[in-house]
């Protein structure tokens, strides 16, 4: 049940959490606030009413340091403790199956599978699936599950769902009718709203600063890129993520994003394990819900066997960095 701003029916994923003795929540890898916070509002929620669950994700190894203030955190679990076989097991945040990496074969061993998520690119790989492409984070599809549900947000779901609306909207640069209206009513409970921004978006270790120097040091500048809409992008090597977070990899293209002369920005992420493995985050101008005009990178991600949003996507590549990189600019034309 895909929709696009329209009201969804919540019924089916109601009635299968309210019967299930058993819940595996599981993130995509590499996880952001988006995915952990809806997984532990909804493990939350569960505990609260009583019934066994765990939330996991794939990799890295532990959870990014910014996100160890996230209420519910003792209910991750690593990967390998993840039961085979569950009565339900809800996927949050992932636009496809593959984006559960290594966690992908519990879904065999799972009666119910839910997908929960906001991706224009989703491609409904749950038995149940509850997707707003209009959606502004998957927190906040997850707030509207627990109204429908009759489950109260008290503080601590409130700030796991802040955490997911906060980071999605690019601390509320981009945002929906009813954007705010969520916003103050999770506030309404209490939380720090500044301070768990704060520690997501804008606390970094020293470290990030000459890692930044380095791989900004490699971005270059393609002006006729798509028609001459342009692409700046941005190569991150293994050696350069030694002494920095996966956060911190992650938070470069937000800074390549904001150039002037190019509507898309990438950022090559080089794997610290596989040599010749890349992530690869894509950007187009105006991103955000709402948006009409600017590239579709979503698209363009589908085409590399990736996904997301029409103005945030991704996707993983393999082979030399060059190789990856020309084949971004084949995609975009």
Request: aromatic residues 4%; hydrophobic residues 45%.
């Amino acid at each position: 049940m895909t929709s696009h701003g329209e009201p969804i029916d919540f019924g089916a994923a109601i009635r299968a959490l309210t019967s299930a003795r058993s819940v595996t929540v599981v993130c995509h890898v590499q996880p952001d606030a988006d995915t952990l916070g809806s997984g532990l509002a909804l493990a939350l929620v569960l505990h609260r009413r009583g019934v066994p669950v765990c939330v996991s994700f794939a990799e890295p190894a532990q959870v990014p340091v910014s996100m160890r203030s996230l209420p519910g955190l003792r209910h991750v679990v690593a990967p390998e403790q993840v039961p085979h076989e569950v009565d339900v097991l809800v996927a949050v945040d992932c636009g496809s199956a593959g984006r559960l990496g290594a966690l992908r074969d519990r879904m065999a061993g799972a009666a119910t599978t839910i997908v929960i998520d906001h991706h224009r690119s989703n491609t409904e790989f749950g038995m149940i699936n509850v997707v707003d492409a209009a959606a502004e984070s998957t927190t906040s599809v997850v707030a509207r599950l627990f109204d429908a549900w009759g489950e109260q947000i008290d503080r601590e779901i409130a700030h796991c769902l802040y955490a997911g609306l906060v980071t999605d909207t690019g601390s509320f640069r981009w945002v929906r009718p009813g954007t705010h209206e969520l916003a103050e009513r999770l506030l309404g409970t209490g939380i720090d709203g500044a301070g768990i921004a704060r520690t997501l978006m804008d606390t970094h270790p020293f470290g990030w600063l000459p890692m930044l120097s380095r791989v900004l040091g490699t971005a270059r500048l393609e002006p006729s890129v798509h028609g001459g809409v342009g692409l700046a992008y941005a190569v991150v090597r293994r050696e350069d993520q030694v002494d920095v977070r996966s956060e911190e990899v992650e938070s470069v293209i937000d800074i390549v994003r904001t150039t002037a002369e190019a509507g898309v920005a990438a950022v090559f992420k080089q794997s610290r394990v596989v040599e010749n493995r890349w992530t690869v985050s894509l950007r187009s101008r105006d991103s955000g819900p709402g948006a009409d005009d600017g590239v579709d990178v979503a698209g363009v991600a589908t085409t590399l066997g990736g996904g997301g949003h029409r103005f945030a996507a991704g996707y993983t590549a393999h082979g030399e960095a060059d190789e990856v990189i020309a084949a971004l600019l084949t995609a975009l034309g």
